[in-house]
């Protein structure tokens, strides 16, 4: 007897939206049994884990500020791979937002007004956009592959920003340390929420997944983009231009990014320092195959992704386990909603051995 | 007489340095070339190096370290396999938990080996050989991975391009319906292909554990996973080009670490950027010629497969 | 160190808080009991800087048993994240906050102006508030006793230097270890390797070999792993340990290492936080106070070695000699400062020059 996947004719609509229930589901279980044999209380771990971190306000506004970035980087990067634009340089061209951004803050520093912070985010947006163009013209100019220049890319670009913070950007009265000086009151974006860090990037995130969403579903250049993906050989019949795709989906990519990164040094950091981004780039990788690839998908993996975050911190804080068990709970808590997707298009079937059978 | 010394100096550093690199690399080689994009290495080589540390200290033999880093290497990957071969997962997500998942299993584990030096694996000197000037240190006077490194780079060179297995093996990432068609079962040899990928990631860690800096510490392969997978495309998925992606690399970074020590005022930061900068920009030569890397590149690489029955 | 048992004793009284918050049922005021929470910027791991606060913070929980009760999150990023974590203790209890790496000075700025019952102590910065104080070792008295030990240990007069990055505090030890270096051994050299990392095992080794490659026989390093040690073992040279006693990496080359301690500042701070007797103040101590102490001595140090240099500490200690004491001579030869007088701490904290014996420039 065996287990085999048989292909469903349409893929399940129904499982659609239940598959991550049930990913959630043996989450629980491998939870119960983790946290059994760490001599925990599995009730106790699950809960501080999944809700304490949210119970509150200022809880909740942290999860979302947690999840902007993520859903920022993510769903630039999901239009591009919904094109085979392969980035995974998120976190080079974050950090160069933050940068460009930044460095606006820093230049009209005591000298500034309300036009400041639209500048800066147009800057970062762009800081981003210029660090994404990089790649997208060594692949249509000279053939070389997306995949090594944007990953490569990432690490220069963290060191520029600690070459910055350590030389000539930093805090003239820091007593030389590494990081810039506070930025002014015009170059920061405005908490919505009294009492939180809930900053206006928030918003800007969302406001990105919204017209991500419209752009991949509504427009021509989507369209495109998800023909390119799919067949390369219609594309061409069709005349869409490949180059077209991969500038397109670099630069859409690269300026969310950008805006990410201008997000955290403009929002809850308010200057530059050598740590600006705790991996985002990389993480939102995940998150926009979690999500689909679909920006609204996306937006629910980022908050599933946040909280991921604040529920290891929270394990820490609350249950003095190690940051590692948290790594082999996240980590296996992705093997199962990723696993559960195979349900959507398949059903599993017990056979006794007779393969090549199904009735 | 100084300068040549300096310069085996650097070129020994640089082999050292670029042989972690190399195994992780032609383990992802291959399983590319099969069709499957692991992006896990990193995770797979922490598992490999932690697995490979705690044998040798309960054992106290190398050999044992290095069997025990192969067979964690490839349970990793085995896992891996069974999410995007079996239950085909999306194999970019699925390699991206399976980092965050082995950076945390291996610290996990790792937790009571922390702060227990080993005696590394002594270097293996060929007899006489080793004893030439210059080329005796350059050639015959290394810890014995690194030999091994060489001797698997022969040996993927020599099944991707003259076996019938790697014929077989190719034709898989180069399409996997026609060659499921003539009969393949494209299913196994993916996962064996995976699984070699997760031996020579997990041999990477140990290197790193055993030899390079014998300890265990978290995180000890400080994103040395990541730079081998950018390796693989650098070489334009070929064998002899990853050698000369991972000295290139090793190379850069040791030089700059020469340049500084003899007392010139660089920015550490920005000589930190010559490697990359380096790699990308031998990339962009070699891939100008944009038919020939089409040829290397597999077909089907990261697409999943069913055979539907 | 989280074995099975701690945990078990942990779960009952977890349990019953974790009851509490979920019932709503107002919790039992535990008997005055401190509440102290640690911010790390790394994994404790077994040596390093955020290794020795966490010796430091098991010796506070040691000596002030049930009054206190300690948590901490470790890896904590000096990004976004610092803040949130921090307010979180701050939040939940905590009446103790030490937030130990530099990156978090402002975040623990901003989370005490909303906590102002809360005390917070940040190491390493230099912004204070009325719930703020800040504590630093003066890790350049234990560079310059160490400095004296490679004087007298090296044949080939250069020492390798593994460096992070060129902030004041790296450059400081640099200095004060070419002070005390050259104080015994005036032809003596310092090359110095910035990694541009705080831990980065093979590439700390990497820095290492190369420095042992053009002449180094003494290899000290300001980064946080084992790997110069253990490289300095294996290439027949010595070496000098940061942070932790790293003899065990290198039992023939560890001559000795810079350590510090933070539990006796731990120990005090809590106890003056549950007089009510705590007021902010910026501590900067050493040898004098015990927070930095050499590791004991290799075998190669000979008895004579040692003497010297645990005078020279006792001399530090009482303040007849200081690490940057006059004449101090700049890589030019030019005098920074003048026979008679010792630099001050505000210079010092800023230090952004080499002192003479230092090979090469100071990276801007």
């Known amino acids: 007897m065996q287990l085999r996947l048989e292909p469903r004719a349409m893929p399940s609509k129904w499982l659609r939206y239940s598959s991550p229930l049930i990913a959630l589901a043996l989450t629980l279980v491998f939870g119960v049994i983790l946290f059994s044999a760490l001599g925990q209380n599995p009730a106790v771990a699950l809960y501080t884990f999944f809700i304490r971190p949210i119970g509150t306000l200022y809880g909740l506004s942290e999860l979302c500020i947690k999840a902007a970035p993520l859903l920022l980087c993510a769903v630039g990067l999901a239009i591009g791979f919904r094109g085979n634009v392969w980035n995974i340089g998120a976190e080079g061209q974050l950090t160069m937002g933050a940068i460009c951004g930044g460095g606006l803050a820093l230049a009209f520093y005591g000298d500034e007004g309300p036009w400041l912070l639209p500048l800066m985010i147009v800057g970062g947006g762009l800081g981003g956009m210029a660090w994404g163009a990089i790649p997208a013209f060594l692949k249509t100019r000279f053939n070389a592959n997306e995949i090594l220049t944007s990953l490569m890319l990432t690490y220069v670009a963290i060191q520029v920003l600690g070459y910055l913070v350590h030389g000539p950007w930093r805090d003239p009265e820091g007593f030389n340390f590494p990081e810039t000086r506070l930025f002014g009151e015009d170059a920061l974006l405005p908490v919505l929420i009294e009492g939180t860090r809930f900053h206006f990037g928030v918003v800007l995130a969302v406001l990105a997944a919204m017209i991500g969403w419209v752009f991949v579903t509504r427009t021509f250049a989507g369209f495109q983009i998800k023909v390119v993906g799919q067949a390369m050989a219609a594309a061409n019949y069709a005349g869409y231009s490949g180059n077209r795709v991969v500038w397109t989906g670099f630069l859409i990519g690269g300026g969310l990014a950008g805006l990410a990164g201008l997000g955290e040094v403009a929002g809850p950091m308010g200057q530059l320092n050598p740590t600006i981004s705790p991996g985002y780039g990389f993480a939102a990788i995940i998150v926009a195959f979690l999500g689909r690839l679909h920006p609204a998908g996306v937006l629910l993996a980022s908050l599933l992704m946040a909280l991921m975050y604040l529920g290891g911190e929270s394990l820490q804080m609350n249950l003095n386990l190690p940051l590692a068990i948290t790594g082999v709970f996240q980590g296996t808590l992705l093997f199962f909603v990723l696993a559960s997707d195979v349900f959507i298009r398949f059903r599993v079937k017990l056979v006794h051995n007779v393969p090549r059978t199904a009735p | 007489m100084a300068e040549i010394d300096t310069i085996v100096a650097i070129l020994v550093a640089t082999m050292r340095a670029g042989t972690p690199l190399l195994f992780a690399a032609l383990g992802e080689l291959i399983t590319e070339k099969a069709g499957v994009l692991n992006l896990g290495i990193e995770g797979m080589m922490l598992v490999g190096a932690v697995a490979g540390f705690i044998a040798m200290v309960l054992t106290g033999s190398p050999l044992i370290g290095v069997l025990a880093a192969m067979a964690a290497g490839m349970a990793m990957s085995g896992l891996f396999g069974f999410l995007t071969l079996t239950l085909m997962a999306n194999q970019v997500a699925t390699g991206l938990a399976l980092t965050i998942f082995g950076v945390g299993l291996s610290a996990f584990v790792g937790l009571g080996y922390i702060g227990n030096p080993i005696q590394g694996l002594p270097g293996l000197a060929i007899p006489v050989l080793g004893d030439i000037p210059v080329l005796g240190s350059l050639l015959f006077n290394h810890d014995p991975l690194v030999y091994v490194s060489l001797v698997l780079l022969a040996a993927v060179t020599w099944f991707l391009y003259r076996s019938r297995a790697g014929l077989i093996l190719r034709a898989v990432g180069e399409s996997h319906e026609a060659a499921h068609a003539i009969g393949y079962s494209v299913l196994k040899i993916r996962y064996l292909a995976v699984l070699f990928g997760g031996a020579t990631s997990g041999i990477a860690g140990a290197y790193l554990s055993l030899v390079y800096t014998p300890q265990w510490a978290e995180n000890m392969t400080a994103g040395r996973g990541w730079i081998a997978l950018a390796l693989v495309v650098f070489a334009t998925w070929r064998p002899a080009r990853v050698l000369l992606g991972a000295y290139l690399f090793g190379g850069i970074t040791i030089m700059g670490l020469h340049v500084q020590a003899a007392g010139f005022a660089i920015s550490s930061h920005l000589v930190a950027t010559l490697p990359y900068l380096a790699t990308v920009l031998v990339l962009v030569l070699i891939s100008r010629d944009a038919t020939r890397i089409k040829l290397n590149a597999p077909a089907a690489l990261g697409k999943p497969f069913h055979s539907s029955g | ?364």
């Open chain 3, 1 to 364: 160190m989280h074995s099975n048992k701690h945990f078990k004793g942990l779960v009952a009284a977890m349990f019953v808080v974790a009851l509490a918050a979920v019932g709503g049922a107002p919790a039992a005021k535990a008997a005055e009991q401190l509440k102290i929470g640690f911010v790390y910027v790394s994994p404790v791991g077994d040596a390093g800087w955020t290794f020795q606060h966490d010796i430091s913070r098991k010796d506070l929980e040691k000596a002030l048993g049930a009054k206190v009760k300690t948590s901490f999150v470790e890896s904590v990023p000096e990004g976004a994240d610092a803040e949130r974590v921090i307010r979180e203790f701050a939040a939940s209890g905590h009446k103790l906050v030490f937030t130990t790496s530099f990156g978090y000075m402002n975040p623990t700025i901003k989370v005490a102006k909303r906590f102002p019952g809360v005390t917070f102590e940040h190491a390493t910065g230099y912004k204070h508030a009325k719930n703020v104080g800040t504590y630093l070792a003066r890790f350049y008295e234990g560079r310059y006793l160490t400095g004296i030990v490679a004087g007298k240990m090296t044949k080939s007069n250069k020492i390798g230097y593994v460096a992070a990055f060129p902030i004041p505090e790296v450059v400081r030890g640099i200095n004060a270890f070419t002070m005390g270096l050259r104080s015994v051994n005036p032809k003596a050299q310092v090359n110095v390797v910035w990694v541009s990392s705080w831990y980065d095992p093979g590439k700390e080794r990497e820095a290492a070999e190369t420095l042992i490659a053009q002449g180094a026989d003494v290899v000290t390093q300001h980064t946080d792993s084992t790997a110069p040690v253990q490289a300095a073992e294996d290439k027949g040279v010595y070496a000098i340990g940061y942070h932790s006693d790293m003899s065990k990496y290198g039992k023939k080359a560890h001559l000795t290492a810079a350590t510090h301690y933070w539990g006796g500042h731990y120990i005090a701070a809590a106890k003056a936080v549950m007089a009510g007797t705590w007021k902010s103040q910026g501590i900067w101590g050493g040898i004098k106070e015990g927070m930095i102490k050499l590791a004991p001595y290799g075998p190669a140090v000979p008895a004579d070695v040692r003497a010297l240099a645990d005078a020279k500490g006792k001399e530090i200690a009482s303040g007849k000699l200081h690490p940057f004491q006059g004449p101090v001579k700049d890589q030019s030869g030019k005098v920074r400062i003048p026979a008679g007088q010792t630099m001050s701490d505000k210079d010092m904290l800023g230090f952004k020059w080499y002192v003479e014996g230092v090979i090469g420039e100071l990276p801007k």
